[in-house]
Antibody, heavy 117, light 111 residues
């Protein structure tokens, strides 16, 4: 069974770049037809899909975040990562990683990222 | 701003049947599968229904999904106290380069 675990800084200042890593265990991150996703959830609000990396090498991003987001894979560490640039307070949320099917069959426990000066 | 619309709340007594609707459009539910997730308080979401009406291993058959046109529904029969949670529908949207969209979420309360 696949397990995912998010990690990264919990506090950022406005204009900085958010960088999170998701460590995958129980399976190879580079297996064919796998999709590795990031999702976020502001406190008390709904889920927002950020984007995904398909093991074919392609990516898809939420149009509202596309200009600031990069998702990439590190197959040597069985990890994938999220970078979100120029953060503001509106980016404060719990960030989840999920995969490997396109419909998000396994999720990490989530990590809280707060943006504050 | 979500493109999939759900009622903000639903409720029922133990043993009742509760249904949650998810309204989309031709670019998402109308042309792609619908999915449902359950989020218990303070926990990560969990996949509940995939490909409109399929249950992952371990999900009780009290949960069922359906799709008709540009809408999808989740039914919970034999409601139990542990079903009290937030429920989200989701689908792939074909617009622009394609992206995954979640519903607005429905809070289910067991009275």
């Amino acid at each position: 069974q696949v397990q995912l675990q998010e990690s990264g800084p919990g506090l950022l200042k406005p204009s900085q770049t958010l960088s999170l890593t998701c460590t995958v265990s129980g399976g190879s991150i580079s297996s064919d037809d796998y999709y590795w996703n990031w999702i976020r959830q502001p406190a008390g609000k709904g889920l927002e899909w950020i984007g995904r990396f398909y093991t074919s090498g392609s990516t898809n991003y939420n149009p509202s975040l596309k200009s600031r987001v990069t998702i990439s894979l590190d197959t040597s560490k069985n990890q994938f990562s999220l970078k979100l640039s120029s953060v503001t307070a509106a980016d404060t949320a719990v960030y989840y990683c999920a995969g490997p099917q396109g419909f998000l069959d396994y999720w990490g426990q989530g990590t809280l990222v707060t943006v504050s000066s | 701003q979500s493109v999939l619309t759900q009622p903000p709340s639903a409720s029922g007594t133990p043993g009742q049947r509760v249904t949650i609707s998810c309204s989309g459009s031709s670019s998402n539910i109308g042309s792609n599968y619908a999915y449902w997730y359950q989020q218990l308080p303070g926990t990560a979401p969990k996949l509940l229904i995939y490909r409109n009406n399929q249950r992952p291993s371990g999900v009780p058959d009290r949960f069922s999904g359906s799709k008709s046109g540009t809408s999808a529904s989740l039914a919970i029969s034999g409601l139990r106290s542990e079903d009290e949670a937030d429920y989200y529908c989701a689908a792939w949207d074909d617009r622009l380069s394609g992206y995954y969209v979640f519903g607005t979420g429905t809070k289910v309360t067991v009275l």
